[in-house]
């Protein structure tokens, strides 16, 4: 028999009993819909993990920090003294990572603190670091106001959206913290003053009472002669632009940090402090400082997820600390694989109901076609073909079953990320072949003993059946 013949002859006799077949096509509907949508909230509780993971550092992104045979032994000025810094963070480094298979981006990282001023407030800055603007740009960031820095700027600041709230009134008092509103400064507008020798203002703040913006060389009135240290020097620093944040609740991984283009900060340092060491970078024996520039970190992004840990295995080896995300990765990935299968479980259950439906309406199928079948044969027909037919109804009830199954679960996905107002449920276009498949695989496999049994049947008997 064709192919085409069989196929009539199946869907035929579907058709001739409406009522049987809807309640077993209904029967894989119900199982292929609570299997993809128990595996779709499993997914879409992956997804928010690995969403969660990128927004605090990154999938694909390592830290390179210094080798511990050159830690330690700083002064409380934060220099070193005659320690070895052969693993310490350097251009050199930066070109041997570079030089890495699976290496997108390199970016030396500079952290720095300083202290800004405003009008009457004023705040003491510890999370401020220089990328490169390459790294800078791979960020991604959302601005509310303003941009990043462009190539050649003179240094400029990005702020994060919360650094607001890190201003003191002039008291030393917060702000934000106290009364529950922000200071009343414009970042994008108000000039800035930024000192950077932030050592040196605090040995003016407690040598003399005066204002250190304000106070200048002046006789401590002791008659003895002695002077008051002059300030720092103060600059004004323009904002380049403040990222984008959904009102003071929404923290985010750059939300309390300041961001600016490496070079132009180097530059500017070196002019603040010309002649003596950068705060942060090492000395030599004699105090004085070492023309090369020793980063806080290195910030390296491999082309692909699954690059990173040998990656980071790789800068290990070469005796640096390197950082990622990668075990809270596999553990996601783990935990993410355990309830996929305990939620697809609790669907298969419905789904092995709907192939026991299956199997009896092939087997009750089989006794109303008795003598049918005994036709068939005696007209010599293939015992292969009267398999075929039944394991073609069987895989129609499954192939219709999966189809309304997958529609189904759309639906009942899109309700739900409706209602949580985020994506909980997530059904890729794999999902839905699965269900498709699976549905296929599971009528077929229902009837395969009753297409067995109508393969056994003794066409004697058959024909005379009633």
Not at 108 to 115: A, K, N, Q, T
Not at 177 to 194: A, N, Q, R
Not at 388 to 414: K, N, P, Q, R, T
Request: net charge negative; with cysteine.
């Amino acid at each position: 028999m064709k192919i085409s013949d069989l196929l009539h002859m199946s869907l035929s006799s579907l058709f001739k009993r409406k009522l049987r077949t809807i309640l077993t096509i209904l029967g894989v509907v119900i199982g292929i819909a609570s299997i993809v949508i128990m595996v779709s909230l499993g997914l879409g509780l992956k997804q928010q993990q690995m969403d969660m993971i990128e927004q605090y550092g990154g999938l694909k992104t390592i830290t390179v920090t210094e080798g511990s045979s050159s830690g330690g032994g700083h002064s409380e000025s934060g220099t070193s003294s005659g320690k070895d810094l052969s693993k310490k963070l350097t251009d050199s480094t930066i070109e041997t990572i570079r030089s890495m298979d699976h290496v997108e981006i390199v970016s030396p990282v500079l952290d720095f603190e300083m202290i800004i001023k405003t009008g009457a407030y004023n705040y003491d800055v510890y999370g401020a670091s220089g990328y490169s603007l390459e790294a800078l740009e791979d960020m991604n960031w959302k601005f509310s106001e303003g941009e990043l820095p462009k190539k050649g700027d003179p240094l400029k600041f990005v702020y994060g959206n919360l650094v607001l709230q890190n201003f003191n009134d002039a008291r030393g008092d917060s702000v934000y913290y106290d009364t529950g509103e922000l200071p009343d400064i414009d970042l994008m507008k108000d000039p800035l003053f930024v000192v950077f020798d932030t050592e040196a203002y605090y040995e003016t703040q407690n040598s003399s009472d005066e204002s250190p913006f304000d106070a200048g060389t002046v006789d401590d009135g002791s008659g003895s002669g002695s002077k008051v240290k002059q300030p720092p020097k103060k600059y004004i620093i323009p904002t380049a632009g403040v990222l984008y944040g959904d009102g003071p609740d929404d923290y985010k991984d750059y939300s309390y940090n300041i961001y600016c283009d490496i070079e132009p900060l180097i530059a500017q340092l070196k002019k603040v402090f010309r002649g003596k060491a950068i705060p942060g970078q090492p000395t030599k024996k004699n105090g004085s400082p070492y023309r090369e520039i020793y980063y806080s970190s290195i910030y390296v992004k491999a082309d692909d997820v699954e690059n990173v840990k040998d990656l980071q295995t790789q800068i290990q080896n070469l005796g640096y600390e390197a950082s990622s995300n990668t075990e809270w990765i596999e553990q996601t990935k783990k935990t993410s694989e355990q309830q996929q299968a305990m939620l697809g479980g609790i669907g298969a259950v419905a789904l092995l109901v709907a192939a026991i439906g299956i199997a009896n309406t092939m087997m009750m199928s089989i006794y109303e076609r008795t003598k049918e079948i005994g036709i068939m044969k005696v007209l010599g027909c293939d015992l292969s073909d009267i398999r075929s037919l039944f394991l073609i109804e069987a895989a129609l009830i499954g192939l219709i079953g999966g189809a309304v199954g997958d529609l189904l679960s759309f639906s009942v996905s899109c309700v739900i990320n409706s209602v949580t107002g985020e994506r909980t449920s997530l059904i890729p276009l794999w999902l839905y072949m699965i269900g498709l498949g699976f549905a296929v695989f599971v009528g077929v496999a229902a009837g395969f003993f009753p297409s067995k049994r109508a393969m056994e049947l003794s066409p004697l008997s058959a024909i005379k059946n009633e």
